[in-house]
């Protein structure tokens, strides 16, 4: 098996980020929905105050092939506040390429961002999981997360465009 690397995205990334995202929402089943540009990626990633950190993981080559590494998934986070908790990471998507999972490369970008939030000081490492995504909650709970809806009834709500433009009045 080829070496996998897992490192921080560069401003540089922000292609195969992207092109990675459409991947995840093509998974999701929810193409749709993604408006992101690179662009915005690059603006928002890698400006004075970022809005999202990444995590980029590539597949190494071999010493002597001609191409360069290749990136096959990434983690995109971000930090968040819990008033009975303080200090929280949000991992707002993990995504490996169907033809890389079972490697382990979805577990080392999961402890990647844990050791990024023991780094900052945070008590909760917080993800969410669309409710068919079944292997992806085994490998959650394997690695010792908790399901909030099963243990405590949590629900996630969104407001999103003219919703939340009446909200705010305008």
């Known amino acids: ?17 992207l092109r990675l995202i459409r991947e995840l929402a093509e998974y999701e089943k929810l193409s749709d929905q993604v408006k992101i540009s690179e ?8 400006g004075e105050n970022p809005f999202y950190h ?7 080559p071999v010493p ?7 990136a096959v998934g990434y983690g995109l986070y971000y930090f968040i506040y819990s008033t009975w908790k303080g200090r929280n990471i949000y991992l707002e ?4 390429k169907p033809e890389y999972r079972g490697q382990g490369i979805g577990s ?21 999981v669309l409710d068919w995504n079944k292997g ?6 394997a690695l010792g997360a908790q399901d909030l809806t099963e243990a405590e009834g949590w629900h996630c709500f969104r407001f ?3 919703a939340m433009r009446e909200l705010a009045g305008k």
Request: charged share 30%; hydrophobic share 40%; proline share 3%.
């Open 93 to 96: 998507d993990i995504y490996v």
């Open 39 to 46: 662009e915005a990626l690059r603006a928002d990633g890698f």
């Open 1 to 17: 098996m080829a070496s996998v690397l897992i490192r921080e995205a560069k401003e540089g990334d922000c292609g195969n980020i």
């Open 160 to 162: 999103e465009g003219e």
């Open 64 to 70: 002597g092939e001609p191409q360069g590494p290749c």
């Open 54 to 60: 990444c995590l980029v993981a590539e597949i190494l």
């Open 136 to 141: 992806a909650m085994d490998l959650y709970k």
């Open 108 to 128: 080392k970008i999961i402890k990647k961002v844990a050791e990024v939030a023991l780094d900052k000081g945070c008590s909760q490492f917080r993800l969410a």
